[in-house]
């Protein structure tokens, strides 16, 4: 970073913003009070001060909107990531607005500011579409919870099983006619039913809107390729595909492999607690929706080569668990222990596999 003869810290709030500019040379540190957020009358404040400078506030509420405001008006300012940014018990001691943005000023001038990577405006919309979607998903589950729950309470079972003799599914089509034959004795219960079945339509209803959305903008944005080439990882769908592209964004702001791996949480831990992790040491910090679509796409498909390929040389895991029952595939036996394992090839193993998750992060750049 380089060095600035003043340094800008804001604490920045939804209708207020305290500015504190601490001057490099004398240390003296003039702070101001802003209402309302004029970034205009902010932008022209800090002009009057020795430059080169540096802006920067602690992400938050506010998001990304001070920096895009403030950056279109020739100032030079970042987000800084509050996970990084020292604090001491002095700190905690006293916490207000004043003492908040001088110790953001004090953080630039000793080179302790980590700014966070600022998505475009395009970007941003993905990730809003993206929690929405979860929201929606999370609100019909809940409605279907309550449906079920009021049934149980009503000593309503749906039962049965199927040819397979698997217990038959919650939400198909023969149960919603089994739903349809259901009229409870008093009229409480009668409105009370049609009342949260209307709450898991229009809760579905809404969801299917908002992916319906969520696919033409995803379509209409800079990230469709992205997401179209995740889709082919098995177990990647729309909504996991899309809302992987929309918070790794370019991949050009990574400056090399160890910042990929790190931010995706594939970097290792401690040597005592990293071989106590079942898929090789992987760290449990980063982000954990890149880590799971990594280590998926680790599994099913050989490196540096297309699912197709793949598929057509036999280089597919084979299925797991429920896959592996309803294809009529054995298990494997469970393995040895102790020192009748056997040892790992070159590249194998649990941190074989890490290298291989590695492979196929890097593979996405």
Not at 83 to 90: D, E, L, M
Not at 220 to 233: D, T
Not at 259 to 267: D, E, R, S
């Amino acid at each position: 970073m380089p060095r600035y003869s003043t340094a800008f810290g804001m604490d920045v709030h939804l209708r207020s913003t305290t500015v504190c500019a601490l001057d490099a040379e004398t240390g003296e540190a003039v702070t101001r009070r802003f209402r309302g957020n004029p970034w205009g009358e902010v932008a022209e404040w800090m002009s009057g001060f020795p430059g080169p400078s540096l802006a920067a506030y602690e992400s938050g509420y506010l998001g990304f909107a001070p920096q895009r405001e403030l950056s279109g008006l020739g100032v030079d300012c970042v987000v800084a990531a509050v996970s990084k940014v020292p604090r001491s018990a002095a700190d905690l001691s006293s916490k207000n607005d004043r003492n908040d943005a001088a110790r953001m000023a004090k953080a630039i001038l000793s080179h302790d500011v980590t700014p966070v990577w600022v998505p475009s405006p395009e970007t941003e919309g993905l990730r809003d579409l993206a929690a929405a979607h979860d929201a929606a998903t999370a609100r019909l589950a809940a409605a279907k919870q309550r449906l079920l729950a009021f049934l149980a309470r009503r000593g309503y079972v749906y039962g049965g099983t199927t040819p397979a003799g698997n217990p038959r599914k919650y939400w198909t089509y023969g149960f919603l006619r089994w739903l349809d034959g259901i009229h409870p004795a008093d009229d409480g219960g009668i409105r009370a039913l049609a009342a949260l079945r209307n709450e898991v339509e229009a809760a579905d209803e809404t969801r299917e809107a908002l992916l319906a959305e969520y696919r033409a903008a995803v379509a209409a944005g800079p990230l469709s390729a992205e997401v179209e080439a995740l889709q082919s990882i098995k177990g990647c769908g729309f909504a996991l595909a899309a809302a992987f592209a929309s918070e790794v964004g370019d991949f050009s702001r990574f400056r090399s492999g160890r910042q990929v791996t790190a931010y995706f949480g594939l970097a290792p831990k401690q040597r005592s607690s990293a071989d106590s992790v079942r898929l090789g040491g992987i760290s449990g910090a980063g982000n954990a929706l890149v880590r799971k679509l990594a280590v998926e796409g680790s599994w099913c498909y050989a490196p540096g080569r297309p699912p197709a390929e793949a598929d057509a040389q036999g280089l597919r895991r084979a299925p797991r668990d429920k896959d592996a029952r309803e294809e009529g595939v054995r298990e494997a036996p469970a393995p040895p222990r102790g020192d009748d394992r056997p040892r790992d090839a070159a590249g194998e193993g649990e941190r074989g596999h890490r290298g291989r998750a590695r492979e196929v992060v890097l593979a996405l750049l």
